[in-house]
């Protein structure tokens, strides 16, 4: 049997021209050639979107002939023809270049009128799977499953899918406004009579290693690199139902190239409905680079160090205090090393920081005169390299709460009442936009300026915020369906 595909153009004024595209032809019925075939299945799409194009710009290009000031034909000049990267192949289109009517004075003698209608050589919708899939998977990767779903040109590479996904977030990256110092603007009285806000924003803020690439010339450079990732939780909404899920959304940055980082974060947290009224709490482990950029952000925003940090690096003197003998029996204090660190652990998780700092002090005092007696004279003691060692993290710790100090709350009375106290949500948002496509399992090397652009890409796609880029780009691409409006009958 033989299936012979048509393809009937309906013009506007009624008019049919019928194109034959395909045959295809069929013997013995086997399951594996049951229906179209992959391979059928891009041969039809590839002539379709000939077919199509074509009089598409024929239609497009006869209506541009005549002079929009007189309305005469302006004269052929040069004929050429141009190419046109679709989803379903390259389409060759015509490009001639007309002649100026003479009625008007034109600064050139000539126009292309292709020019108006192709501003770009690749259609959207190829540029838009070219750069979701890019932001899912490496760049090879993606342009592999793009040849395998659909009959793209062989020259189409990796390279070129690279350079439309970093084209993109260029022009994704111009929609920022300018970079602001602060965000806070207008009194309390102005703040007071906004409405009753959604329920309270949690963001957490933390940070990830990326390998860097070398240098053209082979050049000694720094080898890794930090990248800025963030997750925002809006704990509800007034108009959604109580089991509705918390909606969230993801941000991330580098931040050696990054030159607009708070307007970033703030216009991430604007399109969740961030009020100026309404409460903004801030995770983070402490660094200065994070602070300063949820600073100033929101007049009730609230700075809170991660409690995750800050037991990790309890941990770290805890296992150190564990391999030490007893400290030296004092008057004052017969406790183990474990003991106090233990101590220092209680007064951090209820908010106490300056007892924690003495504590610490104190631990620190005893770990320095470790090899010496209370008359001050030298006692050999075991373990003095371990005690050296616990003291260096002692007294990095200490520092670390001396300079956040100002964000460590009542952590025992924040859980006590359910609220957040980690920012274990950030974790994972790490591992979801830095490491699955920059760290774990890919070998490849990064620039910061390329994973700066990529890390936009990436979290559009994974906010579902990427089409709707795309839609204010094209305005006729992938229209939203207007929502049907059901029909009521008069009473």
């Known amino acids: 049997m033989h299936f012979r595909t048509q393809v009937v153009v309906v013009a506007d004024d009624g008019t049919e021209q019928q194109q034959e595209i395909a045959e ?80 008007q004075p034109h600064e050139q003698t000539s126009v292309r009128p292709l020019a108006a209608l192709l501003l770009e050589r690749t259609s959207p919708e190829l540029c838009y799977l070219e750069t979701s899939w890019a932001a899912d998977a490496s760049y090879g990767s993606a342009t592999k499953h793009l040849h395998d779903a659909f009959p793209l040109d062989q020259r189409h590479s990796d390279v070129t899918v690279r350079n439309h996904t970093l084209q993109a977030a260029r022009r994704a990256e111009q929609r920022l406004g300018p970079e602001q110092g602060m965000f806070i603007d207008g009194c309390q009285a102005a703040r007071e009579r906004l409405p ?11 940070g990830g290693i990326v390998r860097a ?58 399109s969740q409905g961030m009020q100026a009224n309404q409460q903004v709490t801030f995770f983070s482990d402490g660094g200065d680079t994070l602070h300063r950029i949820a600073e100033y952000m929101n007049p009730d925003a609230e700075h809170i160090l991660d409690w995750f940090h800050l037991t990790m690096r309890i941990t770290v003197l805890q296992q150190c205090a564990r391999g030490l003998a007893k400290a030296k029996a004092d008057v004052a204090d017969e406790r183990t090393l474990e003991r106090r660190v233990e101590s220092v652990k209680h007064y951090l998780w209820h908010g106490n920081a300056a007892n924690a700092l003495r504590g610490l002090e104190d631990l620190g005092d005893d770990l320095d005169c470790w090899e010496y007696d209370e008359d001050g004279n030298p006692r050999p003691q075991p373990d003095s390299e371990k005690a050296a060692r616990m003291l260096t993290y002692v ?5 670390y709460v001396t300079n956040n100090a100002g964000s460590i709350v009542n952590y025992g009375e924040r859980y006590r009442n359910g609220e957040r106290i980690s920012t274990g949500f950030v974790e994972s948002t790490i591992n979801q936009v830095v490491s699955k496509r920059m760290v774990k399992k890919q070998q490849m090397q990064w620039t910061p ?21 795309f839609r204010s780009w094209y305005p006729a691409f992938r229209p939203i369906p207007a929502p049907e409006v059901e029909s009521r009958e008069a009473a």
């Not at 229906?35 to 598409?56: D, F, H, I, P, T």
């Not at 023809?81 to 989803?87: G, I, K, S, W, Y």
């Not at 009753?196 to 933390?206: A, E, K, S, T």
């Not at 300026?449 to 880029?469: M, P």
């Open 24 to 103: 295809l032809s069929r013997t013995e019925a086997h399951i594996e050639t049951l229906g179209l075939s992959l391979a059928e299945n891009k041969l039809l799409s590839s002539r379709l979107q000939q077919v199509m194009v074509a009089y598409q710009v024929g239609v497009y290009l006869r209506t541009q002939r005549a002079c929009p000031d007189c309305g005469k034909q302006r004269h052929l000049k040069e004929q050429g023809t141009a190419p046109f990267r679709t989803l379903f192949g390259v389409v060759v289109v015509p490009n001639p270049r007309w002649l100026h009517c003479a009625c």
């Open 196 to 206: 009753i806000p959604d329920g309270p924003l949690f963001v957490g803020l933390d």
């Open 395 to 399: 007294q990095e710790f200490a520092t």
């Open 449 to 469: 300026a390329g994973a700066h652009l990529l890390l936009q890409v990436r979290t559009q796609v994974l906010n579902d915020d990427w089409e709707d880029t």
């Open 213 to 270: 690439r070398r240098s053209k010339t082979n050049a000694r450079t720094a080898n890794l690199f930090e990248v800025i990732a963030g997750k925002s939780i809006l704990s509800f909404r007034r108009d959604d139902p109580e089991d509705a899920p918390s909606p969230s959304k993801c941000f991330a940055l580098v931040q050696s190239v990054d030159v607009k980082p708070k307007r970033r974060l703030f216009e991430l947290l604007t």
